[in-house]
């Protein structure tokens, strides 16, 4: 696709900090279009965990990742300025160019075609990813069937032996909602301390769940019929404990990247993409807002991309007119 047209803005990234983003962008009467590489809206919530429980986002004392989403897209339509939306398209390239009215002009090349914009805000939170896999012998065969890195259906795991391998948000989150509906659930972790909400640890040492530490996973066997049984070890004793399970959940984190964004010359630390306190980055007009930023005191939770991407979107509305109002007033005001 290639377009004459120039937006406003061009947000890249479709998971919740760039639904909130694009809807923020419509109470600020911004033409907008929203671009990623995935084939649905949501980002992690929908492609790795739509049934997974959020407990951190304000208003909602539990939601459902898919549910989540969809409360957004339904946000995001709200303002009588819907968002253009292009997935399946990965962003490559970005160049900067001066319109005929003497103003500056991305243009993003996006799948076979293009997007020019005004401005840009990068929320694409890790960037592209994978689940972290572990090196266990005849692991890849058993992959999608008995042995996952993400769970989109907890009907699959009902009655059965589930071990989680992890001790991470997703790893105890997991343990915590499976606890209801498999019939056992076993947690290996390779230290004794998790790195979870304390309140999501205290709710899983209160329950059903087993919990192995230190423990990691040596072996697994099984074959098209099914799992036979998972040897682990304690990493200190070294002493081996087989387990009778029919499903290896592994949640050790991810590897990512920011792919091309990584080339297009903006400031980067560890990974991440530098803003200043207007979400700004090292090139004007280019801005983000996430898990994909590092300044320091970020925390990489939802409920802060939120934040985020609403003072990215002010400052990106100034940067596309210059007489515009940083704060835009109170929401509850308008008519």
Known sequence: MHTDHIHDLAIIGGGPTGLYTAFYAGLREMSTVLIDSLDDLGGQLTALYPEKYIFDVAGFPKVRAKE??????????????????????AVSTLTETVGEDGRGVFTLAVGEGSIRARSVILAAG?????????????????????????????????????????G?????????HLAGVAASVHVIHRRDEFRAH?????????????????FELKAIEGDASGLKFASVFNNLTKEETPLGVDHVLVNIGFLSSLGPIAEWGLELKK??????????????GIFAAGDVVSYDGKLALIACGFGDAAVAVCHAKMHVDPKAKLFPGHSSEKK
């Open 271 to 284: 990974g991440k993409v530098v803003v200043d306190t207007r979400m700004g980055t090292t090139r004007a």
């Open 198 to 214: 304390e309140g999501s640890v205290t709710q899983m040492r209160a329950g059903p769940t087993k919990i192995m530490t230190p």
């Open 68 to 89: 989540l989403v969809d409360r957004l897209v339904e946000q995001m339509n709200s303002t009588g300025h819907k968002p253009a939306i292009q997935l399946g398209k």
């Open 126 to 166: 890790i960037g592209a990813f994978r689940p972290k896999s572990l090196p266990i012998p005849g692991i890849d065969a058993l992959e999608g069937k008995y042995v996952h890195y993400s769970v989109k259906d907890t009907n699959r795991f009902k009655d059965a032996r589930v071990l989680i391998v992890g």
């Open 168 to 176: 991470g948000d997703s790893a105890v989150d997991w343990a915590n």
